[in-house]
């Protein structure tokens, strides 16, 4: 079975700094992860996915992610954030069965 | 390709009617998705089809809830006699697999906003 924690779910950064998300996952399986964002009202926008290969994964909108098997994490980051970042972020898992496990999210603030 | 479309987009109804969602998959796409979504939540599975064969169910699926995919193409969700708690965002998502490879892009339609007053 497949499970995610996403730590904190409201945080606020200044535009410009550092946005850092924390998600970590249990599956009993090797796992997918993925980031998704979700504005007011609208659908998921995937933002990146791990799947195999490299650990360190880029995204769009200048996000990345770094899929750490040994702490059992999938942290988003993005260096500087946008006014524009502010939305619900998601962070999911999907083993064999192929379908999608969502934490609870994360809300982000940014402020001017 | 437009996407995964839904609708509608928002629905309001009494409590104890019935409702229908379409939600029509990206058109290459053989698995198709829906999932429920209430304030402050995440995305919870439902169930998913792959062509028109309904693969797994949630236990979150009661029996009030039916789901058909008939043509393999687009999928509808019915919900019978309605309550309260069913008031959610109800997500439908599309994507692709071949063999023992899924190509994980899944594509997430826009949603559709339930209202149960």
């Known amino acids: 079975a497949q499970s995610v924690t996403q730590l904190g779910s409201h945080v606020s950064v200044s535009e410009g700094a550092l946005v850092l998300l924390r998600c970590n996952y249990s599956?009993?399986?090797?796992?997918?992860l993925f980031w998704y964002v979700q504005y007011p009202n609208q659908g998921l926008q995937l933002l990146l996915k791990y799947t195999t290969g490299a650990t360190l994964v880029k995204g769009i909108n200048g996000f990345e992610a770094e899929f750490k098997k040994s702490e059992t994490s999938f942290h988003l980051t993005k260096p500087s954030a946008h006014m524009s970042d502010a939305a619900e972020y998601f962070c999911?898992?999907?083993?064999?069965?192929?379908?999608?496990?969502f934490g609870t999210g994360t809300r982000l603030q940014v402020f001017p | 390709d437009t996407g995964v479309s839904q609708n509608p987009r928002h629905k309001i109804t009494k409590r104890g009617q019935n409702v229908t969602f379409r939600c029509d998959p990206i058109?290459?796409?053989?698995?198709l998705y829906w999932y429920r979504q209430t304030l402050g939540q995440g995305p919870e599975f439902l169930t998913y089809?792959?062509?028109?064969?309904?693969?797994?169910k949630s236990r979150l699926l009661s029996d009030r809830f039916s789901a058909e995919r008939p043509k393999g193409s687009f999928s509808t969700l019915e919900i019978q006699r309605t309550e309260q708690g069913d008031s959610a965002m109800y997500l439908c998502a599309s994507s692709h697999r071949k063999g023992v490879t899924q190509d994980y892009g899944y594509t997430f339609g826009s949603g559709t906003r339930l209202t149960v007053v």
């Open positions: 058109s290459e796409h053989n698995r």
């Open positions: 089809f792959q062509n028109e064969a309904q693969l797994e």
């Open positions: 999911a898992v999907s083993g064999r069965a192929d379908k999608l496990i």
């Open positions: 599956s009993s399986v090797p796992p997918y």
